[in-house]
């Protein structure tokens, strides 16, 4: 009996696979199944409103101030006109940061800033494919840190006053 368990087990053994052939047309259905599984993830949320130009560079300076808890600087966006009808310009920017004042060629520019969204309307469609540049005055009072840290291995993020301190 012993000898046929054995027997047995060698040729089970023999003929069951642990692992598949490699295959690479099997391998491409995977590698498409992941891409397409995580385009959307790769692809920034914007706005439909965003798509009339392209950001080429910003320019960013700061100044902050840690006595007075405040924070201010400002942000020049260089931008590309994309689309014939460019007339103004929308900006992902949070509430957090109060907008002072938004500059356009030396003169300044009127601005509606709610949800986390800053809209510039220019006095006339600008031209495309023409690089402008637009300056925002931001400045941010009651400053507030944010840390990051690991509690029993999840992460958790705590905010704290500076006045708290």
Avoid at 88 to 99: E, H, N
Avoid at 123 to 143: A, E, F, K, M, R
Wanted: charged letters at 15%; aromatic letters at 16%; glycine letters at 4%.
């Amino acid at each position: 009996m012993k000898k046929f368990l054995i027997y047995f087990f060698l040729f089970i053994s023999t003929t069951l696979v642990a692992q598949q052939k490699y295959s690479h047309e099997s391998f491409l259905e995977i590698v498409k199944g992941e891409e397409s599984a995580h385009a959307g993830k790769m692809t920034p949320n914007s706005l439909s409103a965003t798509q009339g130009y392209d950001v080429k560079h910003y320019n960013c300076y700061w100044n902050v101030n840690p006595a007075n808890n405040y924070i201010s600087g400002y942000v020049t966006t260089t931008f590309v006109p994309v689309e014939t009808t460019f007339d103004s310009l929308i900006l992902d920017l949070t509430d957090a940061l109060t907008v002072d004042s938004v500059i356009y060629h030396n003169l300044s520019l009127s601005f509606t800033h709610s949800s986390d969204i800053i809209t510039i309307p220019f006095t006339s469609s600008l031209q495309i494919n023409i690089p402008d540049s637009v300056t925002v005055l931001l400045s941010w009072h009651s400053c507030i840190i944010r840390i990051w840290f690991l509690y029993s291995g999840y992460p958790q993020w705590h905010s704290r006053d500076l006045d708290s301190f």
